[in-house]
């Protein structure tokens, strides 16, 4: 496998930027990287939870989950490995079921270049969220 850096960090970058005037959101960063050893369908299945939420700040940051998401399925195209970027509602467990099985069927190798991609696109949102922080902007707990 040949290294390809695929603009992680510029593409971090712009999403932590698009997301810095968002209160609370770009802090979800650190979820982000928690949530990667969990696997990719947990980590494809959080914004659902938040977009599901009453709580507009909840919903912002499912935005944000989304959005990464979005990104990264752009990003592994580029490396011939095809995940889900279906838009699907939190309330339809048929869709969410298939989402799941679609990508508990990729191979191994295919599993482990996503989640080792996903961990270094995380990384760099994270290193973002750092240097974006606005002054006052607290840390939630992970």
């Keep these: 496998m040949n290294w390809q850096p695929y603009n992680l960090d510029q593409e971090a970058q712009r999403l932590v930027l698009a997301f810095r005037n968002k209160e609370g959101v770009i802090g979800q960063s650190h979820k982000m990287r928690v ?4 696997g990719l369908e947990r980590f494809w299945g959080e914004h659902l939870r938040l977009l599901g939420k009453n709580d507009a700040k909840e919903r912002e940051k499912g935005k944000y ?3 990464v998401w979005k990104e990264f399925v752009r990003i592994m ?3 011939g490995v095809e995940l889900p970027s279906d838009e699907i509602s ?3 467990t048929e869709q969410i079921e298939e989402v799941a099985k679609k990508l508990w069927s990729l191979s191994l190798d295919d599993q482990k270049i996503c989640l080792s991609v996903l961990t270094q696109f995380c990384d ?3 290193w973002w969220t750092q240097r974006y922080k606005k002054a006052g902007d ?3 707990e992970v």
């Design 35 to 38: 949530t990667v050893a969990y």
């Design 65 to 67: 989950w989304q959005s």
């Design 77 to 79: 195209k580029r490396t």
């Design 90 to 92: 939190d309330r339809n």
């Design 124 to 126: 760099s949102l994270v």
């Design 138 to 140: 607290r840390e939630e």
